[in-house]
């Protein structure tokens, strides 16, 4: 069970850093 919330909590950082800096390209860029 550990092992599984350990994975989501995981997924929703790697889905945050992803996205800011998908955030971060767009502002160098546009």
Not at 6 to 29: A, D, Y
Request: zero cysteines.
């Amino acid at each position: 069970e550990n092992i599984f919330t350990h994975e989501r909590e995981l997924e929703k950082v790697l889905i945050v850093v992803v996205t800011s800096n998908r955030g971060v390209w767009r502002f160098k860029t546009g």
